[in-house]
């Protein structure tokens, strides 16, 4: 239920939504999309990037002297939890063909993939398998099956989309891959929306000029994690995995490849050695690290460990100077804050409006645009306020239903009516408040279209990826991406185990990054990667005891850890 | 929760206040038997982070996906248990809970490649289905207000479709197999249900056949091509000129 103070707003709405709904019924846009220069001037003066303080310089590894977001560059300068000395590489706890970081839909579909061309994988997942960002998708995945698109035009909105920073190769690949992509989940099982015909629902994302966002209702995420999940599981003699057991450092080997990884029992504390013919980084993205203290869309284990560990072991980053804001987090209830409102939303009818039920921007701009937009409407006076201070825009969805027929909104979005309803808030009777929130890492590390990077037997994909979407990526581009790159790497590590030999394994990058850090200059208590927030509060923090010994507790530990700032 | 520090404003009317300070009225919770007073206002999971917990198991979408978080709770003078899921469920004063963040489960290994979408299916691979007592506790405790004895009937008939799309929102907490006397597994077989409707009784899409049949010809290529040696110009020009569906 809505408190009494955004009455008077809501009733604006209600007052306007006749008139808009009478523009939706027409050909054509809502509202004026913007042209290049008003996309400019949108983002210069909006976009949280554009901050003069979002930026800083790293003073050390791979992308030195290059401005960085600034949470990020202080990750990269901080201390390994590894102290290589007492570490004995010699007799490592496992050895396996193809090492896989991170259980969600890359590593998945890569494991897959390499069991299918006989490799052997051992996956080593943060949390349980499928605690990813990949289970919480539910807009959909963009793939260019409709008869009235091309791969190629798909090639160009993603391109677009990117403001042309992407690279061209992981675009092409991206978007031929597509097709085969939802093909390929089917056959796995994998529910798409189909109308009667049985030809594939398709609708309008963020930027797509032909209607290509497929889906499983709205949980698209959820059904192909646990699709892909149980046939990880169903192949228990070519794919190992261990839950709760998070990659801390990557091994190398004396020839410069890349050969392994130190990880970290997170039930025993105890630090397990794995050796591998080729590793996997599929880590996901960096929404828990909060940038600007925003609140974040993402999973609780996605704090950009991928890079930290890439970065020390030599691999260079890609637009890590860009990050992706959801322009539809919500705003109210405070309980879910952050919380993500599929863009689908807006793709099946929903629009933004301001407090006097107004549309003030077209509402699929690219993810960047219509957040600008959002910031810009708020800081000008026209957002609605909450009690605990944040500010948002109305998202009005009861035109759905309006446009669609009756029922429509509770077939297409049971779980974004589900998490409103717990609230009494009725999304087919009312809006939502909305304001952008931390969502998406658009950079990552750089890959060519085989998953490989500068590093020999080191392979990347998924969120944890740069060059894919350039400096900004479109909605449904991501779930595809981990699909087609997933792939790719499960493909292209087979190939490379098969004929690579690892020589005696070594940790020296590490004492070689901390050296590179003290002659930086660079005093600091972080110790990284992140592994997981940490959201107690801080005077709980400052009475907690030591535990015996002087051993620090582990919870203690987490005190070194990036924290929300608000 | 964490805030969006852009978002936040200083001002504050008096009707602000007054709500801001029910956000931060506090109530008494026994996390495992331990009373703690957090803010009334808090999911489950808040609430245990507040009281100063590091979270590891227990916590994974914190958004009701994944499942990670599924609770179990008394509320003072009520005999009954209620469950939940932590990341959304929001704290009442007395509430005395904990979370069950894992439960032994046995997942059954089985090739969908060699499976028949019928009852026969369903009871070769978790044949503890039929032990279904049909006393809806299953149902009852779904926190996602899903009918799973239903579909879990439905897979007793061979009835992949219902499975399907009665299961269609589990998010597999396990909760329903943790109360269920007669042992059943139901989120896995709810799995089992979805993936056999995909692979087995789909609808056909005759245009995804061709357009993967295309790609795999080559039809693409030429223009990938071009597309990918045009100058930032005149891939710009053809980005704005393109027409919308
Ligand atoms: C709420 C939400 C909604 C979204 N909706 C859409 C959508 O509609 N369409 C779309 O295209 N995209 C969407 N996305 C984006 C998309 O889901 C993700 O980008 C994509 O799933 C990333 O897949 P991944 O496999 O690379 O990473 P993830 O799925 O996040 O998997 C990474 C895994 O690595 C593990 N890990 C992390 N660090 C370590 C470590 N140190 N050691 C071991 N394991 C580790 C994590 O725990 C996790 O299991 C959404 C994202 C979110 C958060
Ligand atoms: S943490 Fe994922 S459902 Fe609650």
């Known amino acids: 239920m809505y408190p009494e103070y955004m009455a008077q707003s809501l009733k604006k709405v209600v007052q306007t939504r006749a008139k808009r709904l009478e523009l939706a019924r027409k050909k054509g846009p809502v509202f004026a999309p913007m042209n290049a220069d008003q996309r400019q001037q949108a983002l210069d003066k909006y976009h949280p990037d554009y901050k003069s303080d979002s930026k800083q310089k790293v003073n050390v590894g791979p992308n030195k002297g290059e401005a960085l977001t600034t949470e990020v560059a202080k990750i990269l300068e901080s201390h390994s939890w590894v102290d290589p000395e007492k570490i004995d590489l010699d007799n490592p706890h496992h050895e396996t063909d193809l090492l896989i970081i991170g259980g969600g839909g890359a590593g998945c579909n890569a494991a897959i993939t390499a069991m299918k061309q006989g490799v052997k994988s051992f996956i080593i997942t943060k949390l349980r398998m499928g605690d990813a960002n990949t289970m919480m998708s539910q807009g959909g995945m963009q793939a260019a099956v409709s008869t009235t698109d091309t791969p190629t035009r798909h090639y160009l909105d993603a391109i677009g989309g990117g403001h042309f920073t992407n690279k061209p190769e992981l675009v092409r690949a991206l978007t031929e891959d597509g097709p085969g992509v939802v093909k390929w989940l089917e056959d796995l099982g994998v529910i798409w929306d189909k109308h009667e015909d049985g030809s594939i629902q398709v609708l309008h994302g963020g930027g797509t000029s032909r209607k290509r966002m497929i889906s499983c209702r709205d949980y698209t995420g959820a059904i192909i994690m646990r699709t892909l999940m149980d046939e990880v599981k169903n192949h228990p003699g070519m794919i190992t995995y261990r839950e709760f057991l998070p990659a801390l450092e990557l091994i190398m080997d004396v020839n410069g490849k890349c050969a392994g990884a130190v990880c970290y029992s997170l039930d025993t504390e105890q630090f397990h050695i794995i050796k591998a013919k080729a590793v996997l980084v599929a880590t996901g993205g960096f929404g828990r690290l909060h940038i600007r203290g925003f609140a974040t869309t993402n999973h609780y284990g996605a704090t950009g460990d991928g890079l930290v560990m890439a970065y020390r072991a030599g691999a260079k980053l890609m637009y890590m100077d860009s990050v992706q804001y959801h322009p539809t987090g919500a705003v109210f209830p405070e309980q879910i804050a952050g919380f993500l409102i599929t863009e689908k939303i807006r793709g099946a009818g929903g629009q933004p409006v301001n407090k006097d039920g107004e549309l003030f921007v077209f509402p699929r701009e690219p993810r960047d645009i219509e957040s600008s937009a959002f910031i810009k409407e708020c800081e000008t006076g026209m957002g609605v306020k909450t009690a605990s201070g944040r500010d948002g825009v109305w998202l009005d969805s009861p035109l759905i239903d309006q446009i669609h027929g009756e029922g429509y909104t509770m077939k297409q979005f049971p779980a974004m009516h589900r998490q409103f309803i717990k609230y009494s808030i009725d999304i087919i009777k009312d809006p939502m408040l909305v304001y952008p929130s931390l969502h998406y890492q658009n950079g990552g590390i750089e890959i060519n279209d085989k998953c490989e990077t500068g590093i020999e037997g080191l392979f990347v994909a998924g969120e944890a990826t740069g060059g894919v979407h350039g400096r900004n990526r479109l909605m449904g581009n991501s779930v595809l991406d981990y699909n087609v790159f997933g792939r790719r790497a499960g493909q292209y590590t087979s190939e490379y185990v098969k004929k690579a030999k690892t020589g005696k394994l070594t940790l020296k990058h590490i004492d070689a990054h901390e050296k590179e850090m003290d002659k930086a200059g660079i005093y600091t208590d972080l110790v990284t990667p992140v592994i997981l927030p940490s959201y107690t509060p801080e005077d709980v923090k400052i009475r907690r005891l030591a535990r015996s010994g002087n051993a620090l507790a582990r919870h203690e530990m987490l005190k070194t850890r990036v924290r929300p700032s608000g | ?245």
């Open chain 2, 1 to 245: 929760m964490s805030s969006g520090k852009n978002a936040k404003s200083k001002n504050k009317s008096t009707a602000k206040k007054a709500e801001e300070d029910a956000a931060f009225r506090l109530v008494t919770v026994y996390i495992m038997g331990k009373p703690y007073k957090v803010p009334a206002e808090a999911t489950i999971m808040g609430a245990i982070e507040y009281a100063g917990q590091q979270i590891i198991r227990g916590a994974g979408c914190r958004e009701g996906f994944c499942g990670a978080c599924g609770a179990i709770f008394r509320l003072p003078g009520d005999y009954k248990i209620y469950s939940g899921l932590a990341c959304t469920t929001v704290v009442q004063e007395g509430m005395t809970l904990t979370q069950i963040p894992a439960f032994p489960v046995q997942k059954a290994v089985y090739d969908l490649e060699k499976l028949e979408p019928n009852a026969a299916t369903f009871q070769k691979v978790y044949p503890v289905v039929f032990r279904c007592v049909s006393c809806n506790t299953c149902t009852k405790v779904c926190p996602q207000g899903l009918q799973v004895m239903d579909y879990v009937n439905a897979a007793m008939r061979g009835d992949v479709e219902a499975v399907m799309d009665l299961s269609f929102d589990c998010v597999c907490c396990g909760l329903c197999a943790m109360r269920c006397p007669a042992e059943i597994v139901q989120h896995k077989v709810g799995i089992l249900g979805k993936r056999l409707y995909g692979r087995y009784l789909r609808k056909h899409s005759p245009e995804l056949a061709e357009r993967v049949k295309q790609i795999e010809a080559g039809v693409f290529d030429k223009e990938f091509s071009q597309l990918m040696a045009m100058s930032k110009e005149k891939l710009k020009k053809a980005y704005y000129d393109r027409d919308m569906e």
